[in-house]
Each structure stands twice: as C-alpha cells, then as structure tokens.
C-alpha cells in the first residue's frame, strides 16, 4: 500500500511550457484534490474531484486544468506556466463520509515546481 | 464560509519546556477541526483531529488540542518539547460540501526548538 505518490519530485519549466503533474492513490479513495503551497499563506485548493469523471474548482484554479478518468489517478495539468506558479504541489486524498466532513486527508509528498 | 487564523506565525521554545501553538476558527456548522505537521521539506502528517466526539483530543509523539466551542480555539499543546518537534505545524478546518471535504489551512506556525 503506497498511499499517495505524486511524479516528479521536482521541476524546472520555462514560461509558457506546459506540464502535467501525477497524483496516484491506491486507497480507492473517492475524493482527491490538489493544493499549493506558498510561504506564509498556507495551503490553497486548486481543484478537486468526488469521483472518477467529477472535478470541480477551488479557491485558486486559474491556470490549471484536472480530469478523473479514473479512481486512482488525478493529473494536474499547467497548460503555460507562468512564474507566479511557482509553488511546492501536494496531491491529497480521502474516502468520502456522507454526512461529515471528519475523514482524514492523505497527503503526498509534493511536487516542488520552478517557473523559469 | 470557514477560515482558519494561527495566531503566531513563528514560536520558540527550549527542549523539555511546553508547546503551545494557537487557533482560532470561524465555522458556519459543527467543525472538524485538524492539527498537521510538516518537517522541512516532508509531505504533510497528521497529528490529531476532532470530529465532535470528546474535546480533549489525543495525537501523536504527546500532542494534544483541546476544542472550545465558546471560544471557538484549537490549541495545540504538548507537555515538554523536543528538538524533533521542529516544523511547521497547520491547523486546518473541514466543511463537507455534498461529497467532499475541503480543507481550509491556517497560514502556518513554525516551531522552533533550542538547546
């Protein structure tokens, strides 16, 4: 059981290059999401996903595209990067509850990303 | 709408004194309410988390939270630090929206630990 892995580790890109960013789970988790991370603000919500073939946006989607062709995978794609993309990416997930909202968040170990 | 505020974005204590890391949270329904760490250059873990069962919550390596609804707080503590407590520590508030939980992060404490 891996959990959440997230490929690659880290990146280099040039501005305007696209990329996509991998997120697995294999914890047949139903709800899966992408943060970033910047210094001093915490982790934002970019898009998440209740289930293969449902996305939705969060708080900071402009300039990223999601699709869930699957249960376990999640891509983030970056269509022209831009250096204000420039963040650290952590992939999550978690079972779906039904009536609360206590179930954990899985994390995986990030994606470091620089936007030349 | 739900926000998360840590009241100090960095903190210092010697080994073997108490933690205290503080939040405060705004809700519009019964939170859940977690505590994460994150070491340097680590993926996030998590410590505890209250999901409206007792308010007193035990986590990992001694870290403990108390809710207090009245004063709508979830303190993170622990009774005496150690030089591996020191990361970044994110306190984060849950809302369930039809299928999903999002996850809204507090700005971050960083915890530094001394000889």
């Known amino acids: 059981n891996a959990g959440v892995t997230q490929t690659p580790k880290f990146q280099v890109l040039k501005t305007g290059q696209s990329m996509t960013l991998q997120c697995a789970q294999d914890m047949n988790h139903e709800y899966m999401s992408w943060y970033r991370q910047d210094p001093g603000m915490g982790l934002r919500l970019i898009h998440y996903?209740?289930?293969?073939?449902?996305?939705d946006q969060g708080e900071v989607p402009n300039g990223y595209n999601v699709s869930r062709s699957t249960t376990e995978d999640f891509p983030l794609r970056l269509l022209s990067a831009a250096p204000s993309q420039t963040s650290v990416y952590f992939c999550?997930?978690?079972?779906?509850?039904?009536?609360?909202?206590?179930?954990?968040?899985?994390f995986g170990p990030g994606t470091r990303l620089l936007v030349l | 709408a739900q926000s998360v505020t840590q009241l100090d974005s960095h903190v210092s204590v010697s080994e073997g004194t108490p933690v205290l890391l503080r939040c405060n949270y705004s809700s519009s329904y019964s939170p859940s309410l977690f505590w994460y760490v994150q070491h340097p250059n680590k993926g996030l873990q998590l410590l505890l988390k209250?999901?409206?069962?007792?308010?007193l919550v035990k986590g990992i390596n001694g870290f403990e939270a108390e809710f207090k609804k009245s004063e709508t707080s979830f303190h993170l503590t622990k009774p005496s630090a150690h030089m591996s407590d020191a990361a970044e520590y994110f306190c984060?508030?849950?809302?369930?929206?039809?299928?999903?939980?999002?996850?809204?992060f507090g700005t971050g404490t960083q915890l530094k630990v001394e000889l």
């Open positions: 984060v508030v849950s809302l369930f929206t039809g299928g999903g939980n999002k996850l809204t």
């Open positions: 996903s209740v289930g293969a073939g449902i996305t």
């Open positions: 999550a997930s978690s079972p779906i509850t039904g009536t609360s909202g206590s179930k954990t968040q899985y």
């Open positions: 209250y999901t409206s069962a007792a308010t």
